[in-house]
């Protein structure tokens, strides 16, 4: 039975059908197939309860907050400044990306968001300055993988919901991990740049670095109050959401009144679209978590693992590959709540800490939007860039690379992902 589920999941995958409504039609074909058709009856309510959790009302606040931050003005602001101060060296515009997306993860936490927004502002900038088309493509869709690490981030707030980790302590595990995410990928650029001959920008006046600095003060205090109103304790992470739809409305509509009313409206559509994207795939994902859960694969793949190593070095070793080999079939958020149940249980057995398997699993899986045959951000570059889906693969390529090896990195060095948890006590 567990074969022929397999084989309807991989079927509906390649007709290309939406991951969401894949795991919604393979749960109701199971409930036919084992002949247990009452089920039926208690799956709307399934598909509710998974969305009963006050932690994820903090995913549509932080898509508004996001919106209101482009629609105000804000994130060009932050790109400007970040050239502003790099963009003179050679390859520098290519730093100006990888450090605006820094910027910019603190604010979208969305890599989808993310990749589809500076695709439409650096891709054509970089073209203009004499970059190639493939190579602007997949740095910007790279970088674009660092928004879910530094917070706040999407994806942490599903896997602290699923697991019950601090969400807190997982923004603040993926601040050491984003800034490493971030030099790897300068380096790579450092050395593409004296191998290419890169090109670069006038150098900016004293008088425009002082006029960027203080344009973008307004735009940076978001962040600060997200991670400072956490770690004080004034607020929740789903507050802080809260607070930053304020923030950058503020912002946006008085200081740089680029936020006008009418703009509102379509504000709050792109938020509500985006919403029920993701909230219909955790729906679809819980019913089939609940038919997993009927087919005992949780404890097969645990007895499984148990029986290869009892070493958590091999166990962090197999659970990477078989992540890296899921993202590139499965949507990160979907595999996320998938897997998260089930792997719990072994994290638990060999005793690693939730929150640095949180961000582990987390990066993992949005490595798998840089990766074949359905990683939905080339599609989303490619796309909107106008390059072809195979070259930009190729151009992403030691992008991937890289991410990868900074992946393994994380894994081992624990230390980087809890020394801010740590000192901050969200941690043991």
Known sequence: MTVLVILLFLLFLLMGIPISLVLGMITICYFFLVGNTTLLTSTPMRLFSGLENFGLLAVPLFMLAGELMNGGGITTRLVQFARVFIGHVRGGLAYVTVVANMFLASILGSANAQAAMMSKVMVPEMEKEGYNKEFSSALTLASSIIAPIIPPSMIFIIYGTLSGSSIGGLFMAGIIPGIIYGIGFISLIAYMGYKNNYP???????????????????????????????????????????????????????LYRELDLKKLPQIFINTVISTATVTFLIAMANI???????????????????????????????????????????????????LVPVLMPLVTAFQIDPIHFGVIICINLTIGLLTPPVGTGLFIVSSIAEVRFERLVKATMPFLIVAIVILFIITYWSDAVLLVPRLLGLTT
């Not at 962040?223 to 409305?249: K, M, N, Q």
């Not at 693992?305 to 659970?319: A, E, T």
Request: proline residues 4%.
């Open 288 to 338: 089939f978590g609940w038919m997993i859960a009927f087919e005992q694969i949780p404890q097969l793949i645990a007895n499984s693992m148990l029986s290869i190593s009892d070493s958590p070095f091999v166990f962090l070793l197999l659970v990477n590959i078989f992540l890296l080999l899921i993202g590139m079939i499965l949507d990160g958020i979907a595999a996320l709540i998938i």
């Open 200 to 254: 670069k920008s006038e150098r900016a006046t004293a008088k425009e670095m002082v006029k960027s600095t203080v344009s973008v003060l307004p735009a940076l205090l978001v962040p600060i109050v997200i991670i400072f109103g956490i770690l004080s304790g004034a607020f929740t992470a789903t507050e802080s959401a809260g607070i930053a739809c304020l923030i950058a409305f503020i912002v946006g509509a008085f």
